[in-house]
């Protein structure tokens, strides 16, 4: 499988920024898709935003125009650049990664709490 590595999360004010990023321990062209989701509390994990083998991106609707996902391809690394933050961003954010004719594999999940 993969190993995925996150980091950036934190506390951050409304309308501020934050930057995530999740490295794979695997090479760029073993890996199908890759993004992230979250988990508010109290509720269900959901999509944020992903990136497939070519280049194509989906975004949740309530994170479109504020977040932006990014791939480095050379690194198997993904960033996600979260701006305009709301207090209902506030979540568990939690790097996915799918290799080709695999299952999918999940990070250790980072918090991301907005709040002033």
């Known amino acids: 499988q993969v190993q995925l590595v996150e980091s950036g999360g934190g506390l951050v004010q409304p309308w501020g920024s934050l930057r995530l990023s999740c490295a794979a321990s695997r090479d760029r062209f073993s890996i199908e898709t890759m993004g992230w989701y979250r988990q508010p509390p109290g509720k269900q994990r959901e999509l944020v935003a992903t990136?497939?083998?070519?280049?194509?991106?989906k975004y949740a609707d309530s994170v479109n125009g504020r977040f932006t996902l990014s791939r480095d391809g050379a690194k198997s690394t993904v960033y996600l650049q979260m701006n305009s933050l709301k207090p209902e961003d506030t979540a568990v954010y939690y790097c996915?990664?799918?290799?080709w004719g695999l299952g999918a594999s999940w990070g250790q999940g980072t918090q991301v709490t907005v709040s002033s």
């Open positions: 996915y990664c799918k290799l």
């Open positions: 990136i497939d083998s070519g280049g194509s991106k």
